[in-house]
């Protein structure tokens, strides 16, 4: 199927162009008219018609232009279909177009010379698989029922693309002077046109992958050495706050010396007076408070209050038998004078102010009184306090009673003096657990 100069005529009558808008009130209209003979030339195949739309939005550049040039070939699809008796099977062959695409232009221009009859129009119009019916329909087929219309006129009222000033637009007289070139000299190669299209594309779709890694690269980059940044800025910071060691000079070896063995003390005389006058001060100083015990070596542990002597009368003026061997087989008064007994009693228990509730009562029963300032049954971190002097005829009884309050371990030390004549020292500590 070729197409010829009266096709391209008789399309121009139906399209009903306003050609003086166009031409701007005629001023354009040879422009107009060399375009219209340079594009729609004698005997070309529709394949052919179809590419130099294609090209010709190629080598236009500004919008409007564009879809003045796309609404034109839909134009042509629609003349086909309505004037020169094709299928819409044979619109897509040989336009090469998909049947979807041409049966939906068809539906569009119909739709608009009939509004009355849309769903009839949707409906045969529908073309959903390669097997449907509709395929094969043609114009003549809906003519009885639509009318003729369509073939007088292709244009609409509101058909603002017929009436376009195509012509005063730049690119106008490029897309003119290139269509006219192809025809008086050489015919346009379109398919190298596409290659070096799709080439373009390539080499432009590159072009930008390669700016993109490049971009991402840098802002990579950036972030990388601006967290570096970043960290080495915190760690100055918080080693303000740290002990810093670099600054030591490790070159040093360590050399241990006796600083005192060589350190020489040189004190004048106002100073050693000063020392003496010290040293001669009674530190805490209290006439009722002495040391309660010696040292821990002379301090004995009993088993339990059995081991306290039966006769403590006896007992200041007779040898202990927890008493040293180098001390002689008797002693004297004086000697066992300086060498009364103390006693310490330590308990631990749950309930430490039950136990002071049933020691107060044993101290009236048995004239206990306390040693120093400090009242018994004081309670202090971790326990009560007691700090007693107990008759000595009494002592015995006095501890035995208190050991059956709890669990008891006493320690028995000789007394540092202060004691009441008559009287032991007892210390007991209950322990809070």
């Known amino acids: ?16 162009l306003d050609i003086n808008s166009i031409a701007w009130e005629g001023r354009y209209a040879e422009s107009f008219s060399g375009f219209w003979d340079s594009f729609f030339k004698d005997q070309i195949a529709p394949i052919e018609l179809g590419e130099r739309f294609e090209y010709a939005k190629k080598l236009a550049k500004s919008g409007p232009l564009i879809s003045w040039l796309n609404w034109l070939f839909e134009k042509y699809i629609s003349f086909s279909f309505v004037n020169q008796g094709l299928s819409v099977r044979e619109i897509a062959f040989t336009f090469d177009l998909e049947v979807k695409y041409v049966s939906t232009i068809l539906r569009d221009h119909l739709i608009k010379v009939y509004p009355a009859f849309e769903d009839l129009i949707n409906e045969n119009f529908q073309i959903s698989n390669v097997s449907s019916k509709n395929l094969f329909l043609k114009f003549e087929d809906l003519v009885n029922i639509l009318g003729a219309d369509a073939k007088v006129k292709g244009t609409f009222e509101d058909d603002i693309l017929a009436h376009m000033e195509v012509t005063l637009y730049p690119d106008w007289p490029n897309l003119v002077k290139e269509l006219r070139k192809d025809i008086l000299s050489l015919k346009v190669d379109f398919e190298n046109l596409r290659k070096k299209t799709a080439f373009r594309k390539q080499l432009r779709f590159f072009q930008e992958v390669i700016i993109l890694l490049l971009l991402l690269s840098i802002i990579v980059f950036a972030l990388k050495n601006t967290n570096k940044w970043y960290e080495d800025y915190l760690i100055n910071k918080i080693t303000l706050f ?25 004190l004048s005389n106002k100073e050693l007076e000063e020392l003496e006058r010290l040293e001669a001060q009674t530190v805490f100083s209290d006439d009722k408070l002495d040391s309660r015990y010696d040292p821990e070596s002379d301090v004995v542990v009993l088993d339990s209050v059995e081991d ?22 008797y002693r004297d008064s004086s000697y066992a004078a300086s060498k009364k007994k103390a006693y310490r009693i330590m308990m631990a228990s749950v309930e430490p102010s039950k136990i002071r509730d049933n020691i107060l009562p044993l101290m009236k029963r048995y004239g206990v009184s306390q040693v120093d300032n400090v009242k018994p049954g004081t309670r202090i971190p971790g326990g009560l306090y007691f700090n007693l002097q107990v008759p000595s005829k009494s002592l015995k009884d006095f501890m035995t ?8 371990s ?14 032991n020292r007892v210390f007991i500590w209950v322990k809070s657990i």
């Open 242 to 266: 740290e002990p810093n060691f670099f600054w030591l000079d490790k070159s040093l070896s360590y050399q241990e010396q006796d600083l005192l063995a060589k350190q020489q003390i040189d």
């Open 410 to 423: 006493i320690f028995e030390s000789p007394s540092q003096g202060g004691d009441h004549p008559g009287k």
């Open 401 to 408: 009673k208190i050991s059956s309050f709890g669990e008891a």
């Open 1 to 16: 199927m070729m197409l010829t100069k009266n096709d391209f005529e008789h399309f121009k009558n139906w399209l009903d």
């Open 308 to 329: 306290v002597p039966k006769s403590f009368g006896e007992a200041e003026t007779e040898q202990s038998e927890y008493e040293e061997n180098k001390k002689g087989g």
